[in-house]
């Protein structure tokens, strides 16, 4: 449907805009970016920090640009000496009641209040420092919420609540005792939370962030005592560009690599390769469950944030969930094991480091299950893609200007199918290559599964498996979850595969990733992850040589005992009920 168009004048420049689009958006397309802090182009619009007012001609007040649709003929300003005065007092505001000790801060250098103070020109600060000092919320083995930093926007509360269901921040008081909080002023541990740090990807500022891991990753590297690998999410190779300028989407497979060596790891192994091993272990788990009349429909089990959900508000269903272990404490296990029984190293010498982009594989590294034989934990230190960044830029090392470098044997080698893990709906389309394959004897031809692609929240495919129609679903948040999972309690799921992942687009929008997150850029890296796919020379799983090798040489068949010792995993009912 075409829209109308108006005229317009800003900043006294004509220009013409579709009708009824807000004055942000407008300004925006006459080349002028108006400060804001509440907004974000993928929630509501809230216009309670009042940053992006504007002066709009025969109004009595300034408006908000963010909320505000603009009409024919309208004449804005949005530089005039009122609107800059009137802006740099709410900034002033502000941080009068905000921990403005920046050179310390976690978002120091990359915070949206302090960019949008520098340039409003807000040198001193007018008004008194009234701020109350809160306790630092550290429950958390995943993030940390600390209260005096933050500035009421309220984007954690939206996210929490409208992506992922749950409520778990809340905002408390009126007018200038508004505070936002876990309901009771409980702390994150006691409040249900699950650990997936999408309020930290949309604050503003550093009221939430990931507990940071960098220095026992130093001291681990610069312990000669110590072997020290590395392994990389699938998602991280095309997100950690951003945090060096480079276009979002770019595929930085190699760079990230040498980068990793140039920090002093011993080895930077792929857990794309382990990715590979589970969808042999569990695309076998199905097809067994298939055959033998186990639980189905079969779940997922590779979001930690989505096991954190089940296992605290549908505890009920927990027998649905596959019994593999993510390909990040697979890896950790096999480091530990195979790994090291092939290289001659004592396990409890190895230090396993994983780069994610979820700040929940911090919560489920930590999981007392996540040990070989109760001694060694699978994995000892999690670096969020923010968090290597941060440890590039302390080493001084140039992301962009790296030469491209291959990963290192035996956990070097991966298939495409392993890269599309990162994205919603890459673990179904990865399984379905496998289990096709498996069941048919025949070779696909065409290896694209469309229907699970794509951020819609639940997608449905069927697949004729030798007669059987594999009935399969895809979705991403947690939203979108419980949907799923109040239609398998209520009877009404006929599904064989349910493939869940707890972030907004899967992986590619995880906790960790860096900050600035939108719909937008999970697009440009979901593109990023099918085109990595389509560039390997294999991408199927089961036909990864270095995965074959290693059933041959130490596990002996998918599902034996000791790949259920190694590599699979029980549940628990953490309800808090």
């Not at 954190?308 to 390909?327: M, V």
């Not at 999970?522 to 796919?533: C, N, S």
Request: with cysteine; glycine share 8%.
């Amino acid at each position: 449907m075409n829209m109308s168009m108006i005229e317009i004048t800003i900043n006294n420049k004509k220009i013409t805009v579709p009708e009824g689009i807000t004055i942000l958006h407008a300004a925006k397309m006459a080349g002028i970016e108006i400060p804001t802090l509440c907004y974000h182009p993928d929630q509501f619009i809230k216009a309670n920090c009042r940053v992006c007012i504007v002066e709009v001609k025969g109004s009595k007040q300034l408006p908000t640009a963010c909320s505000t649709p603009v009409t024919a003929n309208m004449v804005i300003s949005t530089n005039s000496t009122s609107v800059l005065e009137a802006r740099k007092v709410i900034l002033e505001l502000l941080l009068a009641n905000h921990d403005a000790d920046c050179l310390i801060c976690h978002r120091n250098m990359n915070c949206e209040l302090q960019k949008i103070a520098t340039q409003a020109g807000v040198r001193v600060n007018r008004f008194e420092n009234v701020l109350e000092k809160c306790e630092t919320d550290t429950s958390s083995p995943s993030i940390v919420r600390n209260p005096n930093k933050c500035v009421k926007c309220g984007r954690c509360v939206d996210i929490c609540r409208d992506i992922q269901g749950l409520n778990i921040v809340e905002k408390i008081g009126r007018s200038g005792e508004i505070r936002v909080l876990p309901a009771y002023g409980r702390y994150l541990s006691d409040a249900g939370c699950v650990a997936c740090g999408q309020c930290a990807t949309v604050c503003p500022v550093a009221a939430i962030y990931e507990k940071e891991e960098i220095d026992q990753v130093w001291e681990a590297i610069n312990n000669p005592d110590l072997h020290v690998i590395v392994q990389t999410a699938p998602a991280v190779r095309v997100s950690i560009g951003e945090e060096f300028g480079m276009e979002p989407g770019s595929i930085s497979t190699g760079k990230l690599v040498a980068s990793l060596r140039r920090l002093g790891f011993d080895m930077i192994f792929d857990t794309d390769f382990t990715a590979d091993l589970t969808i042999i272990e569990e695309g076998n788990e199905l097809l067994e469950r298939i055959q033998n009349g186990g639980v189905l429909p079969m779940i997922t089990s590779c979001s930690p944030g989505w096991i954190n959900f089940i296992e605290q508000y549908y505890p009920d269903l927990l027998p649905h969930l596959s019994s593999c272990k993510s390909p990040q404490q697979m890896f950790g296990a096999l480091a530990k094991s195979y790994y090291a029984e092939s290289s001659g190293i004592d396990p409890s010498k190895i230090f396993v480091t994983s780069i994610m982009p979820c700040t929940a594989k911090k919560y489920e590294a930590a999981r007392p299950e996540m040990r070989i034989g109760g001694r060694y934990p699978d994995v000892d230190a999690v670096l969020t893609t923010r968090e290597l960044g941060r440890m590039l830029r302390q080493a001084g090392i140039d992301f962009a200007q790296l030469p491209e470098e291959p990963y290192d044997d035996p956990f070097g080698l991966s298939t495409g199918a392993g890269v599309i893990f990162g994205s919603t709906g890459g673990v179904m389309e990865a399984a379905l290559r496998t289990v096709f394959e498996k069941v048919t004897g025949k070779t696909l031809h065409s290896l694209d599964f469309h229907e699970v692609r794509g951020l819609a929240g639940i997608k449905e495919a069927e697949v004729d498996l030798n007669g059987l129609v594999a009935r399969v679903a895809v979705t991403h948040t947690l939203s979108n979850a419980a949907k799923v999972l109040d239609k398998i309690q209520d009877g009404a799921c006929q599904y064989h595969f349910i493939e869940v992942m707890c972030c907004p687009g899967g992986c590619i929008g995880g906790g960790g990733q860096p900050y600035h997150t939108t719909n937008d850029l999970r697009l440009k890296r979901i593109a990023a992850i099918y085109q990595a796919d389509k560039q390997m020379p294999l991408r199927k799983s089961h036909q990864n040589p270095a995965v074959l090798k290693l059933y041959e040489s130490y596990l002996g068949k998918p599902l034996s005992e000791k790949s259920h010792h190694l590599l699979h995993t029980t549940y628990q009912n953490r309800s808090k009920l």
